[in-house]
């Protein structure tokens, strides 16, 4: 597509149950990559798809966080027993395989867990 | 560790000021920079990017950024801001092939 598509945008969740975040990038980026924006704080980076590598998940803040890419396009971010300090907006990018290409964002989807 | 800096969490200015955004990082090796921006309600968009050549880089809106190695900075600056500049600004930095690390980002507000 002309971008990154996140879905859902919204998403309001009860304390304790799963969900799933979906990332669609843009066709033909080779890298994708998850970051978390909470209110007041700045960026924090999650998780990295490198094309057929093995991801980066160095940033994943807690084992109930996990993501895939499929095929090389789509990407998933699970958080499986949500936490109250889950709420943040959940950020997907892509980008080119040279280093020195930026990054295309998502619009995000903002998880509220009450 | 490798980290990415941005001392000014919320600046304010008068339509017409000058702004100078200070980005600092910890990367040792070859970067490439990066600002990114967000508008209210908006996705983050770039701004400009270095990776080489000359060290001051043009970007969008007016915007300039310069790279200086011996000082490990990369400040963003605009000569007279605008009250559609409120946004909140993101330093960025990208070592190799690796991910990009962000700066806690500086949220600028323009009073018209």
């Known amino acids: 597509g002309a971008g990154v598509s996140q879905s859902p945008s919204n998403k309001v969740t009860e304390k304790g149950k799963d969900v799933e975040l979906r990332c669609d990038p843009i066709s033909g980026h080779t890298a994708l990559y998850w970051y978390r924006q909470s209110l007041g704080q700045g960026l924090e980076f999650l998780i990295y798809f490198q094309g057929n590598s093995a991801p980066d998940k160095s940033g994943l803040p807690s084992d109930r966080f996990s993501a895939e890419r499929t095929g090389g396009s789509v990407s998933t971010l699970t958080i499986q027993r949500t936490q109250q300090e889950d709420s943040a907006v959940y950020l997907c990018?892509?980008?080119?395989?040279?280093?020195?290409?930026?990054?295309?964002f998502g619009s995000g989807t903002r998880l509220t867990v009450v | 560790a490798q980290s990415v800096s941005q001392h000014n969490h919320h600046v304010i200015l008068s339509e017409a000021a000058s702004l100078e955004l200070g980005c600092n990082y910890s990367y040792g090796g070859t970067v490439n920079l990066f600002w990114y921006v967000q508008y209210p309600g908006q996705h983050l968009q770039l701004l400009l990017k270095y990776f080489s050549g000359d060290p001051l880089v043009k970007g969008i809106k007016g915007f300039e950024a310069e790279f200086i190695k011996s000082k490990f900075s990369f400040n963003l600056r605009k000569p007279s801001v605008q009250w559609s500049d409120t946004a909140e600004y993101f330093c960025a930095v990208k070592e190799n092939n690796n991910d990009m690390r962000f700066g806690a980002g500086t949220r600028l507000t323009v009073k018209p």
């Open positions: 990018a892509s980008s080119g395989q040279a280093a020195n290409y930026g990054y295309t």
